[in-house]
């Protein structure tokens, strides 16, 4: 069951491509596509964009149609009213020695683009790696090795999925899928088609697959596991190709080998939390983050955007010794040891975070307990842990340890269930970046002018919202909307 897989997260993406001097450049004349939060744009095609070159013999494993050795990948910038709703792409297969008068220039740029599906410049470093299936595992075989997943975590620290299964762009091996596998049939001849490639969103900022050259020069190799090994904090920004994807999701391209042209397909992978209409499924924890919509709240917010609308000198960033060994999910630990997390108290909301830096807060919580799935009386260890990330009043916030996400929860009601109020963030990262939206609107919220003070609530309200949509549903920050309203 293991694979061959070319992880080509390090690397990059091609800004410029090997283009044979009396071919035009591609346009795509789809009809009615748009840009997220707009109308259709105007009717005329849009240019195609370069976003991926690799030559055969840079790729182990990496096996083109007889007579080729180059592949490129373009697609339209622009999402499609198909049943993908994405960007639309075109696999080119060439033959460098046949490519006469081919030129590497700038291609033109469309005339419109969602900068979710604009690559930066930038070159891959492949590096083969064996891996296993995530969400491949045959019917099953998943739920029969799941007890075995768990033993393996206490006894070794670790958990399969972050060292058995990659979920960064790689050629070869299994989709990093995130949803339902929705592996393609081959129109032509009905038999599965192979994965050849994926180019995904995220790129490892910690973890197993992380390059040794792109390691934290201040962390102890010899002593730290690979699974828990972490970027170096100065390079971090500069990874991988910067797109979003739309919703940290990705596209998974498929070939067929049997038919004689060698046809394609692809699949475009949302992150697990976004449907097909781009709604948001509610589930108690969710892994992974989603796209923001404007430009100036960063995905994962960096220090000195935080430290802006918080101050200088509010993050607390702890050690990897310093963290709780219950707290499992790599994206929260990574996120705390790199940028750190908002020790505040917000006064024009009552929020307070302040208790992060005392030890106690490492004392986790029975999650299972507090959101009355059992009973007090039960004495069977506890397999589910919670930490408490922010107060207001006496509603809290926590944090799943496992997966990730930030959930709100009432202490008033935690026998019956009552206590689970719904997710209140999707993780750690979007959580600090809706502090830093309070902390830059709070002046303005302060003011005895009720009109500015109105449309600075309406405004922060809805970059909040836009940010995570969560955040319309949730009692947490009804409560707080109502408070400054």
Not at 323 to 337: K, M, N, V, W, Y
Not at 374 to 391: G, I, K, L, Q
Request: with cysteine; aromatic share 8%; hydrophobic share 35%.
């Amino acid at each position: 069951m293991a694979s061959r897989a070319v992880p080509i997260s390090s690397g990059k993406t091609a800004s410029t491509s090997l283009w044979p001097a009396d071919e035009p450049w591609p346009m795509c004349a789809e009809p009615d596509p748009y840009e997220p939060l707009a109308a259709p744009v105007a009717p005329e095609p849009a240019a195609m964009v370069p976003v991926l070159q690799l030559y055969a013999r840079d790729v182990p494993g990496l096996v083109l149609p007889a007579g080729t050795d180059l592949l490129q990948i373009l697609w339209c910038p622009l999402v499609h009213e198909d049943d993908q709703c994405a960007a639309n792409p075109q696999l080119r297969w060439r033959s460098t020695a046949l490519t006469a008068g081919a030129t590497a220039g700038q291609p033109p740029r469309p005339h419109a683009a969602d900068e979710d599906y604009l690559p930066r410049p930038c070159t891959v470093s492949p590096t083969p790696a064996t891996e296993y299936p995530n969400w491949d595992l045959p019917q099953g075989l998943g739920t029969l090795l799941g007890e075995r997943f768990e033993t393996l975590k206490e006894e070794r620290g670790y958990d399969y999925f972050e060292v058995a299964t990659t979920q960064q762009s790689k050629v070869g091996g299994y989709p990093g899928w995130t949803q339902e596998p929705d592996r393609p049939d081959c129109a032509g001849c009905g038999s599965r088609m192979e994965h050849l490639l994926s180019i995904t969103a995220t790129e490892p900022g910690m973890g197993r697959w992380l390059p040794l050259d792109d390691r934290d020069p201040g962390q102890d190799g010899a002593t730290t596991p690979c699974w828990m090994a972490r970027a170096d904090p100065a390079a971090l920004d500069t990874f991988g190709h910067d797109m979003d994807l739309g919703d940290l999701g990705g596209m998974c391209f498929f070939i067929c080998r049997s038919c004689p042209d060698t046809p394609y397909t692809h699949r475009y992978e949302r992150s697990e939390q976004a449907d097909q209409d781009g709604t948001m499924i509610e589930n108690r924890g969710t892994t992974g983050s989603h796209a923001v919509t404007r430009d100036d709240i960063p995905l994962i917010p960096d220090v000195q955007w935080l430290e802006e609308r918080l101050g200088e000198g509010t993050l607390w960033r702890p050690s990897e010794a310093d963290l709780p060994a219950e707290l499992t999910d790599a994206g929260s630990r990574e996120f705390l040891i790199t940028v750190g997390f908002p020790t505040v108290h917000l006064d024009v909301v009552d929020l307070d975070t302040r208790h992060l830096r005392h030890p106690s807060w490492k004392e986790p919580l029975d999650a299972d307990e507090i959101y009355g799935e059992r009973y007090p009386d039960d004495d069977s260890p506890p397999e589910n842990f919670a930490f408490t990330v922010a107060t207001r009043y006496d509603q809290h916030l926590m944090l799943d340890a496992a997966d990730g996400g930030i959930t709100h929860y009432d202490p008033n009601g935690w026998d019956h269930g009552r206590g689970w109020k719904g997710i209140a963030a999707n993780d750690l990262p979007t959580l600090a970046a809706l502090l830093g939206l309070i902390g830059e609107s709070s002046a303005t919220l302060s003011s005895t002018d009720d009109a500015l003070r109105t449309a600075a609530l309406t405004e922060m309200r809805e970059r909040m919202i836009e940010m995570e949509p969560y955040v319309d549903d949730c009692p947490f920050w009804a409560e707080v909307f109502q408070q400054l309203a």
